[in-house]
């Protein structure tokens, strides 16, 4: 089967620590990934993408890294602020116009 | 700001009440999709309208209809809704209709209540 899920319900860090939410993928057929940040009231928001053919790519704060060897992806939000508190979702397309996404890591920074 | 603007931002309706749910994009977006969120889980996928045609329905029940008057306006009309059809129903775009390498961008949804 194809699933999209995450390890971590939860996820609390420092304020000005690293964080890293993970997600893990079924599907090795899979070739491209999302991760969006999604605040109280709010809807998803686009982070950062990465392709296949990339093991890492980089955004503001934001690191993305794929391990196509074991279906595995990161974020990373260096010197997390307590406005990154919010939920992160991983996604990949499903069909050609349906994005299935993972369950969900809730980040909260503590000041 | 988000660049998908929905309306309105809050809906309470009873169960006997058509209502519709309004989205707009300005971005030349070719795709358009209606998700609905419940608390605490990922968006789930009710419908895509790809160059203004419905092309999937993930078997969402009749009292939802989605409707494409044009490349950059999307509706949901609403009628005889149960309960658990409380939830935020977000709208997104995305400039292709394949999502192979391209994300989608969403607005902000609408929250709806059914009493």
């Known amino acids: 089967g194809e699933s999209v899920g995450l390890h971590l319900p939860t996820l609390s860090v420092q304020e000005g620590d690293n964080s890293i939410i993970n997600c893990a993928y079924s599907?090795?057929?899979?070739?491209?990934f999302i991760w969006y940040k999604q605040e109280s009231g709010k809807g998803p928001q686009f982070i950062i993408d990465?392709?296949?053919?990339?093991d890492k790519r980089q955004g503001q704060r934001v690191t993305v890294l794929l391990n196509k060897t074991v279906k595995h992806l990161s974020l990373q939000i260096a010197a997390t602020q307590p406005g990154d508190s919010a939920v992160y979702f991983c996604a990949a397309p499903k069909e050609a116009n349906n994005l299935f996404f993972g369950t969900g890591t809730r980040l909260t920074v503590i000041p | 700001d988000t660049e998908v603007t929905q309306t309105p931002k809050h809906l309470v309706m009873g169960m006997t009440n058509k209502k519709s749910l309004k989205c707009e994009q300005h971005m030349g977006h070719r795709a358009m999709y209606w998700y609905k969120q419940k608390a605490k889980k990922p968006p789930e996928l009710m419908f895509v309208?790809?160059?203004?045609?419905?092309?999937i329905n993930e078997s969402v029940p009749s009292r939802f209809s989605p409707e494409c008057p044009n490349s950059s306006l999307l509706n949901l009309h609403l009628h005889a809704l149960q309960p658990e059809d409380s939830a935020l129903y977000l709208c997104a775009s995305s400039q292709e209709v394949t999502l192979r390498n391209q994300p989608q961008h969403f607005g902000d949804g609408t929250r709806l209540s059914i009493l």
């Open positions: 990465i392709r296949s053919n990339m």
């Open positions: 309208y790809s160059y203004e045609k419905l092309s």
């Open positions: 599907n090795s057929a899979s070739d491209y």
